[in-house]
């Protein structure tokens, strides 16, 4: 199921949770009603970690995981790090990641098997995403963007790709990551995928400005509700169509 939220006033989810079959990670703020969306939608089957990372409450931009890990960036404090091993389950390995492109959500777009890497990620970090969360990394961009984790989210089942990717690319991509693909937009027309929203293999959670059009997109590629991608007819793709002519 797809659900709508805001943090405070942004529309941004994907900046302010990460999201993962084994936990979510959520920011400390002031928006008391976005911690207790997640706690109410996953808390029964995942731990619900708030932290901040670095000081900072933008930690869906900053860290990257799977059910097998999460990665931190250098700026990570020491109790922060040990807040998140306290936290998370004992099967979770959380590493710190010495990384010039420190804002690793936004580098870094990773399931349980495959992890999409920006072009200019150092070659011992590509190896740490490999060895933490177990995965096969691809250097890869996303319609021509470095940034994979900002303008895609995938997991498991499917994945939504910046709305401006040719059909070669999303081919290629499918290949790599072996989900279906289709681009889309959240938050009325927003690109970045990676910032507006937060999936795993049951559960999303979009800004509430999504629409009713890009929410059924996101139910049927995720197969969220028993919904299966060759449901994204071509009423859903006029519809998205019109948004961008």
């Known amino acids: 199921m797809a659900t709508r939220l805001q943090f405070e006033n942004s529309n941004e989810v994907g900046c302010f949770a ?47 995981g799977n059910r097998r890990g999460l990665l931190v960036p250098n700026t990570c404090t020491d109790g922060e790090l040990q807040h998140l091993r306290n936290s998370l389950p004992d099967s979770v390995v959380v590493q710190r990641v010495e990384e010039k492109l420190s804002a690793l959500g936004n580098c870094v777009a990773a399931n349980d098997s495959v992890a999409l890497v920006h072009t200019d990620l150092d070659r011992e970090t590509e190896d740490i995403v490999a060895d933490v969360l177990g995965v096969e990394v691809f250097r890869q961009t996303v319609a021509g963007n470095a940034l994979v984790g900002s303008y895609c989210r995938f997991s498991n089942t499917g994945g939504l790709v910046h709305p401006r990717t040719s059909v070669e690319d999303m081919e290629e991509l499918s290949a790599l990551l072996q989900v279906p693909l289709v681009a889309g937009t959240v938050n009325r027309g927003s690109d970045v995928i990676g910032a507006g929203m937060v999936v795993n293999d049951w559960a999303a959670f979009t800004g509430l400005d999504t629409t009713s059009t890009e929410i059924s997109v996101v139910e049927a590629i995720f197969k969220l509700n028993g919904a299966a ?17």
């Not at 939608?41 to 931009?61: C, Q």
């Not at 991608?229 to 002519?245: K, T």
């Open 229 to 245: 991608p060759q449901m994204i007819g071509s009423d859903l793709r006029g519809a998205l169509m019109d948004q961008f002519s």
């Open 18 to 64: 990460t999201l993962t079959n084994a936990y979510c990670v959520v920011a400390p703020g002031s928006s008391e009603n976005f911690n207790s969306v997640f706690e109410a939608e996953l808390g029964d089957h995942i731990p619900v970690v708030k932290t901040s990372i670095a000081g900072t409450r933008v930690i869906g931009r900053t860290i990257v």
